[in-house]
Nanobody
Framework: QVQVVESGGGLVQTGGSMRLSCTVS????????MAWFRQAPGKEREGVSC???????YYTDSMKGRFTVSRDNSRNTVYLQMNSLKPEDTAMYYC???????????????????WGQGTQVTVSS
């Protein structure tokens, strides 16, 4: 049984930093691209970042320079380091294991196979 478990969310002030972790079990981790999505209340889910199994990282424009995605294949874990956080970054953040991911037309595309339950990130102003 595949499990995708996010952790590290919480409350942070504007300008602060936070690191999300996502640990996967039940699959061959290095065969999958790993992606982060987020969904704010009343808004559609949007792609944030992803990292291929080769370690190539992609970001949507609003995240570039502020967010960094990385993966540790020995720990079956992907990380999302978020810096210079803004109130508009407040959302539920979801981790996903995907067959592939890439940026097309400034949007994150991915064939998601498994989703996590999400972790809440709240940025206070």
């Amino acid at each position: 049984q595949v499990q995708v478990v996010e952790s590290g969310g919480g409350l942070v002030q504007t300008g602060g930093s936070m690191r999300l972790s996502c640990t996967v079990s039940g699959l061959i981790f290095y065969n999958y691209a790993m992606a982060w999505f987020r969904q704010a209340p009343g808004k559609e889910r949007e792609g944030v970042s992803c990292i291929t199994y080769y370690g190539t990282a992609y970001y949507t424009d609003s995240m570039k320079g502020r967010f960094t995605v990385s993966r540790d294949n020995s720990r079956n874990t992907v990380y999302l380091q978020m810096n210079s956080l803004k109130p508009e970054d407040t959302a539920m953040y979801y981790c996903a294991a995907a067959s592939w991911c890439m940026i097309t037309d400034q949007a994150l595309g991915a064939e998601v196979r498994y989703w996590g339950q999400g972790t809440q990130v709240t940025v206070s102003s």
